[in-house]
């Protein structure tokens, strides 16, 4: 993943179901979409810009922009996690 991209398969697959997962919230239980509201609320986005343009969003990760992800987040020993306000 840090070196090599993934395979146009393995991205389209990935974001296929990204999106589909997204989608569902707003067909099936209502439940998991309020969780989602409250969420994207908590996290600042208090017009939930963000939630709105996830699948947007969602498409303009390319294969490249993954790689340039892992290598910034992933080393060999560990995962580094940020957590911050937005």
Same mark, same amino acid.
Not at 68 to 82: C, E, G, I, M, S
């Given at each position: 993943l840090k070196e090599v991209l993934v395979s146009d398969a393995e991205h389209d697959a990935a974001v296929t179901f990204l999106h589909d997962e997204y989608t569902n #919230?707003? !067909?099936?239980?209502?439940?998991? $979409? $309020?969780? *989602?509201?409250?969420?994207?609320?908590?996290?600042?986005?208090?017009?939930?810009? *963000? #939630? !709105?343009? &996830?699948?947007y969003r969602l498409r303009k990760v390319s294969r490249r922009r993954l790689r340039?992800?892992?290598? *910034? &987040?992933?080393?060999?020993?560990?995962?580094?996690?940020?957590l911050r306000p937005e």
């Open positions: #919230l707003f !067909h099936s239980d209502p439940s998991e $979409l $309020l969780d *989602k509201i409250i969420e994207s609320a908590s996290n600042g986005d208090e017009r939930l810009e *963000k #939630l !709105h343009s &996830y699948g340039d992800a892992a290598n *910034k &987040y992933l080393t060999q020993d560990y995962a580094r996690v940020l």
